[in-house]
């Protein structure tokens, strides 16, 4: 089994296995290029030969410990009849905001929709060495709401926070039936060669304790339940969750990914029963690459030795030179147990 | 001494004073039609008269403890030689990108250059009775360093954060410049009424923990040490500062404001030095009148007994009903400590 996988169950490995989210991306030259003549995200993702070659793409450049198959969150909202457009922003066309609307929205049962996904990751698995797992991914309920109701990508969340207080049993009912429809497509995946998922809670991090229990944690448990039988590795990861480590302890998931606002330290005393993954600020790969060596190896040093992924705590950023992320992975890479 | 002030100082006080960022805002009809008429945010923050009606908008309708004056954070860079505008989101023409453009950033000394608060502060000062206290205010050097290096709001704080480690002794420069410049500005507005003073660190929540230390707390100490001798109670906002708690405990200031993602109960017990301020969230005022007052009392019960101040955990955003922040309110006023 290899090192991510091992890592995932918390087993001994020589080092950290590492990957980075959002590692295709617009930083790599070859991404843009490949991006250029795909013409636009949408198109790429759909494209079961390009999305697998953007999955590839940083595995070749950097060795990692994990591909995650190309996609956005978003994309299976698609065949639930959400008309989503990209300016680079998502845009909805047909927001939720009333009891009617979530009538409307119809998770295909069984699930169907995202065949190109699919053939994406049986092109990626069939291409992969065992030494590289591959992930899968989906949206956490909460985050994925946030979309919905607000119709893009929000600062203040006053639509979606909205809803749910005046409305919190149809608020409830759309989250329920966003994790029971990921559920489904989490299955899809791992049924085409997804070996470990990852469910964003990209959004968590606007809500109040009491509010993240009963709209994100509550239904992310409810996905983490159905997707329990699934026998592989589930990676929560909690953006902004730093106010959530006592809440996050008894999620039923295998790893939390967490942000660059976390001490992994102390993050491992308040999360005993999982392997944690993350959480180098992106921003720090801006730096000069003698830094970002030295935050890296104290990243390492303040992890847990066992059940740890190494990873950055969001998405890599456009602007983040390729020897910023190089530094950084040669860095995990280079790095030993004694 | 009033409520607030007591409250500041952590004395008995019959119930919490209360007071909410942004109050003279978009969401007043009154403040909407005060806009209109003077055309531009920047104009209204000049114009004494328009600053002075703004500020007392929301004291004459909720007879809240505390008023603020309106103006910015960034209208005293201007003075320094910063090119603004607002359109709304601010726009600095010459952001400061190397040690060249920090030479250039000249704060006037003795401070000069905002007049019209001074004259705005004189004059909401005597429209006041006592019970009301009347508060000045200003950005903390991280967040300012952070626009005048992005040249504008930023998601990710990539230049900013690149500028800090790439030339760590000019930025530690920059952010000096930035806490002396502003221990002046808040000379002159408390010299013209201010009671007491709010610092706002509105992007502390972006940084690490030991950035945080280095790039935002180190100069806020320095802004606090060279305005301790003025005599009035200065709160230090950290918005998204709930992974902070442990660092701010040393502070040497009266109050800490605290964002809603912050257990209020918690914070007293790590920051036994400070009086509170905060932190329902703005989010929550959209929501049922009967909810905002449940909520509203729970976070009364969290809160310490003493040295509390009752406060929104952001500024209230343009979307809130007038009934809602009027629940808010009125719940505060109507309790009582026994």
């Not at 793409?57 to 009849?81: H, K, N």
């Not at 480590?245 to 606002?261: F, M, S, Y």
Request: a neutral charge; hydrophobic letters at 45%.
């Amino acid at each position: 089994m290899n090192r991510f996988l091992r890592a995932c169950r918390r087993e001994t490995v020589d080092r950290p296995p590492v990957w980075v989210m959002r590692q295709a991306g617009r930083y790599l030259p070859e991404y843009r290029e490949l991006r250029h003549r795909a013409g636009d995200f949408l198109t790429m993702c759909r494209t079961p030969s390009i999305a697998a070659e953007a999955t590839l793409q940083p595995i070749r450049r950097f060795g990692l410990d994990a591909a995650i198959v190309f996609s956005d969150i978003l994309t299976p909202l698609v065949p639930m009849g959400v008309e989503l457009s990209f300016s680079p922003a998502p845009h909805i066309a047909n927001p939720v905001r009333c009891a009617g609307d979530l009538d409307r929205l119809r998770p295909p049962a069984p699930w169907r929709g995202t065949e190109f996904l699919d053939e994406a990751l049986a092109l990626v698995s069939a291409s992969l060495d065992d030494d590289t797992a591959l992930l899968g991914f989906c949206g956490a309920p909460w985050t994925l709401a946030s979309y919905l109701v607000e119709g893009t990508t929000s600062r203040s969340f006053t639509r979606v926070k909205s809803f749910a207080l005046h409305e919190p049993e149809v608020f409830d009912r759309l989250v329920d039936t966003l994790a029971d429809a990921m559920a489904d497509y989490l299955r899809t995946q791992v049924e085409h060669g997804a070996q470990a998922v990852q469910i964003f809670d990209s959004w968590v991090g606007a809500l109040a304790i009491e509010d993240a229990r009963r709209w994100a944690l509550r239904p992310a448990r409810r996905l983490l339940a159905a997707t329990a039988g699934l026998g592989v590795p589930r990676i929560y990861y909690a953006h902004g969750g730093a106010h959530l480590l006592h809440d996050l302890a008894d999620l039923p998931c295998e790893v939390i990914g967490l942000d660059w606002r976390v001490d992994l330290g102390r993050a491992a005393l308040a999360l005993p029963g999982h392997a944690l993954q993350g959480n180098l600020d992106p921003g720090a790969l801006m730096g000069p690459d003698d830094e970002i060596r030295r935050r890296t190896l104290a990243m390492l040093a303040a992890a847990p030795r066992r059940g740890y992924i190494a990873n950055l705590g969001h998405g890599i950023t456009p602007e983040v030179p390729v020897h910023g992320m190089e530094a950084f992975v040669r860095t995990v890479q280079g790095y030993r147990y004694e």
